[in-house]
């Protein structure tokens, strides 16, 4: 049989098998440069040789186009007769009420299903013999559409008691776009800490413990003054931060900003997470070591001091004994209140005019409005390099597999990781303001 005389169901049949014929031809030949035709076997005895079997790929791949256009031809005809059927369905149209008697309109004439079964004659030659079992019918030509227009029509809505709201067929209220996030604390601390990559389990480092200039003037001939310095390895482990949340396979292929969605949310939670613990984590595994919970971490009590003199008293404790620079001040939202709302006795807010922004600045340092700790709580303190570093092992990792039982409750999960380790290399350069 010609390519011509073949159906669709057999064209597309045959080119599938001569599609797989010619794949095998050219796995055998596969190199890795390129395509070895003489070791090509599976075409039988009598086609060998490079020129030989090139000749026969040629020829079968002629006839695999040949194939492919006289198929692509026939899916044409059948879509032309498909979209002819969605044509004659349309001329029919949704008659209104109103639109002629019986639900006639533009000439077609609409039957109810039972209309159409008491006309039908096997019927009527079933219901006069009166015989046991009973009868299929088949209507093809009766569309859902027709039954819907029949029961839209004047006769059998008119008989109904008034169309209104209160019977039940409210208007309809189309849901906005987007979500309302859930209020939440933000990321405070972390914009602040110095952040590396560690590739390490434990991130380990030697601190000097001791520090002794013995650096003095020598006449000639004298002996060289002598220091000493002593070192200690401190290690800290890397800690892991975790988050999952399950939901239907539904959820994830029916609303396309969800599987976003939930990377966005996971990964902001353990980030969120990780800036909590970084401020006071107690060390204890899992737990990273916060900053609160550092020992040699200096103290300065406010007592009676309004609460600006007690940063400033911090910040000279980091400047004399931590030797360093401080960069900024730790504080609760309602002790930075305090300070942003202090007036003189006449009534003149000392941090400027409530109808400005107001510096958020205190004896020159930016402040940072963190709630991972109570109020009555802040720090002063030098956040640079040298001093302080978050060492991240990976950055936030979102994974989705299945948990139990889930695969056969159409369910995933969806969950979310990291590993970071909090370094403190000078303690002394962090003082804790305590009775704000």
Known sequence: MSVAELSLKEAREKLGAKQDELGKVFAEAKTEDGYDFRKVTCLGADVKGSVAVAEKVKAMNAELNELSEHAEKLEGAELAAKEHADREKSRRRFPLPGAGKGGQQGGHVIKSLGELVCEEKRYQDFASRGEKGGITFNFEELWPSDMLAKGAAFDTIGSKTLMSR???????????????????????????????????AAYKYMEETTRTHGAAETAEGGTFAESTFAFTERSNNVEKITDSVPVTDEQLEDVPSMSGYLNGRLTFGIRQRLDGQCLVGNGSTPNLRGLKNTAGIQTQAKGADPVPDAYFKGMTKVRLVGRAVPTHHLMHPTDWQGIRLMRTADGVYIWGSPSEAGPERLWGLPVVQQDAVAAGWGMVGSFQPAWISLFEKKGVDIQIGYVGTQFAEGKRTVRGDMRAVLVTFRPAAFCEVTGL
Do not use: V, Y
Request: aromatic residues 8%; charged residues 15%; hydrophobic residues 45%.
């Open 166 to 200: 209160g019977a039940g067929f409210a208007p309809e209220s189309i849901r906005a776009p987007g979500f309302l996030d859930a209020a939440t604390r933000p990321i405070q601390l972390l914009d602040i800490i110095p952040m590396f990559q560690t590739d390490q």
